[in-house]
């Protein structure tokens, strides 16, 4: 029996009591400790700092082509930028759109661009009575912030072990023509670290759609990003393939960048996709720009020239992040586990730990938290419109703070969250 589940309604209270009085002594502390975003820590970043030095003279400004990525020009990226960022789609330099540095940019314009132009020909989703989307939940906060900033409805897909719910997707977008498009975080997801199965990628590749332009966006965020690395069950097959081999090859957009890599202000990021996409998207993107920055592109290519640099690289960033994640999940084990209250992820890779507490808590722990000097991802952030129906999910952000810091923030947080258990189980005794 969980440890929680058999209480008196006095033993309820005097536990309540008890962990009011934590909290009070967390709170004396003055505590100021912040997971609201999967930010790197310094010494993740300090990793990358030889790119601040790689330009230094005029002759190192030249790509391999012979531009000079001092001036304007090269819409799409240049050859090196397109080779380093192929790694990361899992696709080939042709393939590849190299843009500014944040993907968020790229799938809010690649939006845009089927809301205004449409896609291939089909209709401008701006002209249409409605747009939907699929959305795997608990997801992305900056996806559904994209979509709501458009005016397109946001329909909720659960998530499974292996990927969303694909009975539910295929049973949305046979019978829907309005539903237009899906996001997707196939690795290590935001936020619950699972890695889409071969199956579900390939059903997402098959699936008939009522809508002869749906669109996967795949935003692979967190291809390279392991802490124990990368093993078989980590494998994933890749979306463009599998359009391919199922006769749909202009059904995906991929994306990436470099914003957890290297610096996330100052990366670089790319679209990999079919080539009549491809052209289609650097035509109109023609009146947008001229080109990005092509320094920073090429001081990017130079620093992680090849698959096994990036590797190198990347199990670097694990040496600093796996033991977050291993505190993460031994305090939460040891502090909560047996009690009937709460059930988390352990992931593999990515940059979050996914939380759900009993139904009713999340708001709450997240405002005791709060109150004790503990910034956490809002409650609800993890649902379309900011609105978990059970209120029970929150994610957790381990990566910024360090070892210490975090250690304390996750003991302010499992008080908060036995708080917010019992505060229930007294309403309902």
Same mark, same amino acid.
């Given at each position: 029996?969980?440890?929680?589940?058999?209480?008196?309604?006095?033993?309820?209270?005097?536990?309540?009591?008890?962990?009011?009085?934590?909290?009070?002594?967390?709170?004396?502390?003055?505590?100021?400790?912040?997971?609201?975003?999967?930010?790197?820590?310094?010494?993740?970043?300090?990793?990358?700092?030889?790119?601040?030095?790689?330009?230094?003279?005029?002759?190192?400004?030249?790509?391999?082509?012979?531009?000079?990525?001092?001036?304007?020009?090269?819409?799409?990226?240049?050859?090196?930028?397109?080779?380093?960022?192929?790694?990361?789609?899992?696709?080939?330099?042709?393939?590849?759109?190299?843009?500014?540095?944040?993907?968020?940019?790229?799938?809010?314009?690649?939006?845009?661009?089927?809301?205004?132009?449409?896609?291939?020909?089909?209709?401008?989703?701006?002209?249409?009575?409605?747009?939907?989307?699929?959305?795997?939940?608990?997801?992305?906060?900056?996806?559904?912030?994209?979509?709501?900033?458009?005016?397109?409805?946001?329909?909720?897909?659960?998530?499974?072990?292996?990927?969303?719910?694909?009975?539910?997707?295929?049973?949305?977008?046979?019978?829907?023509?309005?539903?237009?498009?899906?996001?997707?975080?196939?690795?290590?997801?935001?936020?619950?670290?699972?890695?889409?199965?071969?199956?579900?990628?390939?059903?997402?590749?098959?699936?008939?759609?009522?809508?002869?332009?749906?669109?996967?966006?795949?935003?692979?965020?967190?291809?390279?990003?392991?802490?124990?690395?990368?093993?078989?069950?980590?494998?994933?097959?890749?979306? $463009? #393939?599998?359009?391919?081999? !199922? +006769? %749909?090859?202009?059904? *995906?957009?991929?994306?990436?960048?470099?914003?957890? =890599?290297?610096?996330?202000?100052?990366?670089?990021?790319?679209?990999?996709?079919?080539?009549?996409?491809?052209?289609?998207?650097?035509?109109?993107?023609?009146?947008?720009?001229?080109?990005?920055?092509?320094?920073?592109?090429?001081?990017?290519?130079?620093?992680?020239?090849?698959?096994?640099?990036?590797?190198?690289?990347?199990?670097?960033?694990?040496?600093?992040?796996?033991?977050?994640?291993?505190?993460?999940?031994?305090?939460?084990?040891?502090?909560?586990?047996?009690?009937?209250?709460?059930?988390?992820?352990?992931?593999?890779?990515?940059?979050?730990?996914?939380?759900?507490?009993?139904?009713?808590?999340?708001?709450?722990?997240?405002?005791?938290?709060?109150?004790? $000097? #503990?910034?956490?991802?809002? !409650? +609800? %952030?993890?649902?379309? *419109?900011?609105?978990?129906?059970?209120?029970?999910? =929150?994610?957790?952000?381990?990566?910024?703070?360090?070892?210490?810091?975090?250690?304390?923030?996750?003991?302010?947080?499992?008080?908060?969250?036995?708080?917010?258990?019992?505060?229930?189980?007294?309403?309902?005794?």
């Amino acid at each position: 029996m969980d440890a929680f589940s058999g209480m008196s309604s006095q033993e309820i209270c005097e536990a309540l009591d008890r962990e009011r009085t934590a909290h009070a002594g967390f709170q004396a502390l003055g505590l100021s400790l912040n997971m609201a975003r999967g930010k790197p820590a310094a010494a993740q970043l300090d990793l990358s700092s030889p790119l601040l030095t790689m330009l230094q003279a005029r002759e190192d400004c030249f790509s391999e082509d012979g531009t000079d990525c001092r001036n304007y020009g090269v819409i799409d990226g240049i050859p090196e930028a397109k080779r380093m960022m192929a790694h990361l789609l899992d696709d080939v330099p042709e393939n590849v759109f190299v843009f500014g540095n944040a993907s968020l940019s790229i799938m809010h314009d690649a939006i845009a661009r089927c809301l205004h132009f449409g896609c291939l020909g089909s209709d401008p989703w701006s002209t249409l009575p409605q747009v939907r989307f699929l959305c795997p939940v608990p997801g992305y906060d900056r996806h559904f912030a994209i979509l709501e900033h458009f005016g397109i409805e946001m329909l909720p897909v659960p998530m499974t072990d292996e990927g969303p719910d694909m009975d539910v997707v295929e049973q949305a977008v046979s019978s829907d023509a309005t539903v237009k498009g899906i996001w997707c975080v196939p690795k290590y997801s935001n936020p619950t670290g699972v890695t889409y199965s071969n199956e579900t990628v390939r059903r997402l590749a098959q699936m008939r759609c009522a809508a002869d332009d749906f669109r996967i966006f795949w935003d692979n965020a967190y291809g390279v990003h392991h802490l124990y690395g990368p093993g078989k069950q980590d494998a994933l097959l890749d979306i $463009g #393939v599998a359009c391919r081999e !199922a +006769g %749909a090859p202009d059904r *995906y957009l991929k994306f990436a960048s470099t914003s957890k =890599i290297t610096f996330p202000g100052a990366g670089v990021a790319a679209m990999a996709t079919s080539p009549a996409n491809r052209d289609e998207a650097k035509r109109l993107c023609g009146a947008q720009m001229i080109g990005h920055d092509k320094l920073n592109q090429l001081r990017h290519a130079r620093f992680l020239p090849d698959a096994q640099t990036i590797a190198a690289h990347m199990a670097a960033h694990a040496d600093i992040m796996r033991p977050k994640f291993q505190l993460v999940e031994h305090i939460l084990s040891e502090e909560l586990g047996g009690l009937g209250i709460a059930t988390w992820t352990d992931p593999r890779g990515g940059y979050f730990v996914s939380f759900d507490g009993l139904p009713g808590t999340a708001k709450r722990t997240v405002e005791l938290a709060r109150e004790a $000097g #503990v910034i956490l991802t809002s !409650a +609800g %952030a993890t649902w379309p *419109y900011g609105e978990d129906p059970r209120d029970a999910n =929150i994610r957790i952000a381990p990566t910024m703070p360090t070892l210490d810091e975090l250690e304390r923030a996750l003991a302010v947080f499992c008080c908060c969250v036995r708080i917010a258990a019992l505060e229930v189980m007294a309403e309902r005794a």
